[in-house]
């Protein structure tokens, strides 16, 4: 079975500073690992993706994420947090070569706050 | 262009009572997921559709769950006999196809209250 956990449910920081959401997965196989963030009364939306390839990925609004597969982890980060950042933020896993590979597990969720 | 759309965004409903929630898909997109959120589960994957295959009903939580997809398009979920553990906000989301390495569009969710 797949699993994700976001150690933190709740992530302060200041507007200005560096950013980092912790993702750690536990999988079978080879991981596609994703981020979405959630405003709130809103859907989720998709942030990054990894899939294959450069382990630094670089998605919407100035975020990025590094998949670390010693680490099996894949925390979200971004150099300069502003306010308008905070919201729910979810990391997700799929699994292509398991039985369920067409649905996405997702971590608990981070609630961040981005401080002026 | 138009995203996911669900409806109605909010729905209470006396338990006991059926629902039904609806899920407009991205034009195109062959494969549809719903998800549901709630404060003690997370996100919770419910059932898959892909194209015209037959549907992946594996995270369905009970027989009183149901969906359908009709045409490739429109999906609706329904759920019969409510009770109050099915308060929940039900998302759905579209992908291109089932391909592992789309990524998932999201809806802005039914909030579904159970009284």
């Known amino acids: 079975a797949q699993s994700v956990a976001q150690p933190e449910d709740q992530v302060n920081v200041a507007e200005g500073n560096p950013l980092t959401v912790k993702c750690t997965y536990s999988?079978?196989?080879?991981?596609?690992l994703f981020w979405y963030v959630q405003y709130p009364n809103r859907g989720l939306q998709f942030l990054l993706k990894?899939?294959?390839?450069?382990?630094l990925v670089k998605g919407s609004y100035g975020f990025e994420a590094e998949f670390n597969k010693s680490q099996t982890s894949f925390h979200l980060k971004k150099p300069s947090a502003l306010v308008s950042d905070s919201a729910l933020y979810f990391c997700?896993?799929?699994?292509?070569?398991?039985?369920?590979?067409?649905?996405?597990?997702f971590g608990s969720g981070t609630q961040l706050t981005v401080l002026p | 262009g138009a995203g996911v759309s669900q409806s109605p965004s909010n729905k209470v409903t006396e338990k006991g009572k059926d629902v039904e929630l609806r899920c407009d898909p991205i034009s195109g997109h062959t494969a549809l997921y719903w998800y549901r959120q709630s404060l003690g589960q997370g996100l919770e994957f419910l059932i898959y559709f892909q194209g015209n295959s037959a549907p992946d009903k594996s995270g369905l939580p009970s027989d009183r769950f149901s969906a359908e997809r009709t045409g490739g398009s429109v999906s609706t979920l329904t759920i019969q006999r409510t009770q109050q553990e099915d308060s929940a906000v039900y998302l759905c989301a579209s992908s291109s196809d089932g391909t592992s390495f789309y990524e998932q569009y999201f809806g802005p969710g039914t909030r579904l209250t159970v009284t």
């Open positions: 990894y899939i294959t390839g450069d382990n």
């Open positions: 999988v079978s196989g080879n991981p596609y």
């Open positions: 997700a896993v799929r699994v292509p070569s398991s039985g369920s590979a067409r649905q996405l597990t």
